[in-house]
């Protein structure tokens, strides 16, 4: 398994305002991703980050609203852009393992007002 | 294309009694397959995983789960519910080739004293 932790645990923040998430992983990765959960709702997955390549994001996610870095092996950014209530969410990242098994971080929780 | 449905949004049980989450899926290839708990105001932990080997998969604080193809299920049971059980509890597939997860709408489980 692998220790994921994430940072900020929980924000609240204006609307039009821009929030960056970090993720940190406890051993090098090669395949991290980035999830929304919105309020009693399943995840969706946003985008899928690997190093020293550009994120892939899913149909309805796009790069100017959810910029992802992906510098190293043990490390991630997901940026939330011009943000509004409707981004109100759970953001969780995950990272693969063997065996195609997904370990996630704690999750980061927001507020948009 | 690959989907997973969980029959219940909500389950209440009796403590000391069985649990039963229901899951179907959809898959054009041999599935992996995963369930995962989250706690209210936690992360997502993994229970327990198929991977094409054996049918009855046994995870962590007694759940355990069997993987019949002729049926598409992959339903999670526990012999006897605990108090700290109560959560929320996700069925996930692995989209074949690509590393995505699939998620399902979630089952709440109430326990009852």
């Not at chain 1, 929980?10 to 090098?28: K, M, P, Y």
């Not at chain 1, 870095?69 to 969780?92: G, Q």
């Not at chain 2, 000391?16 to 959809?26: E, I």
């Amino acid at each position: 398994s692998a220790v994921i932790s994430q940072k900020p645990s929980r924000d609240i923040c204006q609307r039009g305002t821009s929030l960056t998430i970090q993720c940190q992983v406890d051993s090098q990765v090669t395949m991290m991703f980035w999830y929304r959960q919105q309020p009693g709702q399943s995840l969706t997955l946003i985008a899928t980050a690997n190093q020293g390549s550009e994120a892939t994001y899913e149909s309805g996610f796009v790069i100017d609203k959810f910029p992802i870095s992906r510098p190293n092996l043990t490390f991630s950014t997901l940026t939330v852009s011009n943000m509004s209530p409707e981004d109100s969410s759970i953001y969780l990242c995950s990272v693969e393992m063997a065996q195609e098994t997904q370990y996630f971080g704690p999750g980061t929780r927001l507020l948009v007002l | 294309a690959q989907s997973v449905t969980q029959l219940d949004s909500h389950v209440s049980v009796s403590e000391g009694t069985p649990v039963l989450l229901r899951c179907n899926y959809s898959s054009s290839y041999s599935p992996s397959l995963f369930w995962y708990v989250q706690h209210p105001n936690k992360g997502l932990q993994l229970l327990l995983k198929y991977t094409s080997a054996a049918t009855l998969v046994k995870g962590i604080n007694g759940f355990e789960a069997e993987f019949k193809k002729s049926e598409t299920s992959f339903h999670l049971t526990k012999p006897s519910a605990h108090m700290s059980d109560a959560a929320e509890y996700f069925c996930v597939v692995s989209e074949a080739g690509t590393y995505k997860y699939i998620f399902g709408t979630g089952t709440r489980l109430k326990v009852l004293a």
